[in-house]
């Protein structure tokens, strides 16, 4: 059993506002959410739950309803003008007098931002144990004392419509059920090959032949993806780099299972409590597991 750095709510009334910190990436975002909605749902309706993150990972929590404010880090991936960017952004969370910093990234930033806002009770992320990345983030969230924090994967979209409207506009029937093919492990040692994506396919319309497959998130894999769309032909909707992160995230609300490399996408999949087939590479088994 990991301890957690914490210092605990000790008071009998719960706390009025609470801030989580997790900056980066969106994989490790996408990780996060249905933690605090766990917590969120412990919580009373009258504690406040707000967000720090960075701008680029952010659309995905804007977008769902969840917390009450999200403050949002610039500077891209330059320390530099991130230290900036936080220093400029403290004194704006100072002024809303948080009881409770829940940090879920433990870096300098995120270290620098709790020492300054001096909360009554916080904790902080493990980074290094030998237990899954999920564990890790209902533990550190439990270290607080608030009680216990079970995960809830049902999220509300802001715009619940979204995803189906994207998909319908590039060929869905709105019925047919949606198999996600996510060939977009960042090296090499993270990918399967596109002819086995294509076996996959072939051998999952033997059982289920009414299915269309699905290619979707950043540009990255727009070769690949036109590779499975030459194979697969109308069976496979490509929308690779048509959507944005929150956009990718309300569509696949609509998929019924994601075959996937280690990725935003599958981790976004993951926490939506989709049926999710991960292919890992060259990850420590005992994260990966």
């Avoid at 008071?11 to 969106?26: S, Y």
């Avoid at 977008?63 to 949002?72: K, S, V």
């Avoid at 294509?198 to 497959?213: K, S």
Wanted: charged share 20%.
């Amino acid at each position: 059993m990991i301890t957690i750095p914490a210092r605990p709510w000790t008071k009998k009334m719960p706390p009025r506002r609470v801030l989580a910190i997790r900056l980066q990436a969106m994989g490790d975002m996408a990780i996060t959410l249905p933690y605090l909605q766990g917590l969120r749902e412990t919580l009373p309706p009258d504690t406040q739950l707000d967000l720090l993150t960075r701008e680029e990972v952010a659309p995905l929590s804007q977008n769902i309803y969840l917390f009450d404010n999200i403050y949002t880090i610039g500077g891209g991936r330059n320390l530099k003008k991130i230290l900036i960017s936080t220093l400029l952004l403290i004194p704006r969370l100072w002024l809303r007098g948080y009881d409770v910093i829940i940090d879920l990234q433990n870096n300098i930033v995120s270290r620098i931002v709790r020492k300054s806002l001096r909360p009554a009770a916080w904790c902080e992320f493990d980074r290094f144990s030998k237990i899954a990345a999920g564990e890790r983030t209902r533990l550190t969230i439990e270290a607080i004392g608030l009680g216990p924090c079970r995960m809830n994967t049902h999220f509300r979209l802001k715009d619940e419509s979204r995803g189906a409207d994207l998909l319908k506009k590039n060929g869905w029937d709105g019925i047919d059920p949606l198999v996600v093919l996510n060939p977009a492990g960042f090296v090499a040692t993270r990918n399967w090959s596109i002819p086995n994506y294509v076996r996959f396919a072939r051998l999952w319309l033997n059982e289920f032949p009414h299915t269309r497959f699905l290619v979707l998130g950043t540009s990255f894999i727009a070769e690949k993806a036109s590779r499975l769309k030459d194979e697969l032909g109308d069976r496979l909707l490509n929308l690779a780099g048509q959507t944005t992160p929150h956009e990718a995230f309300a569509v696949l609300q609509k998929t019924s299972l994601v075959l996937s490399e280690d990725s935003g996408l599958m981790h976004m999949a993951w926490t939506s409590g989709i049926p999710t087939m991960v292919l890992f590479g060259s990850t420590s088994s005992y994260w990966s597991r």
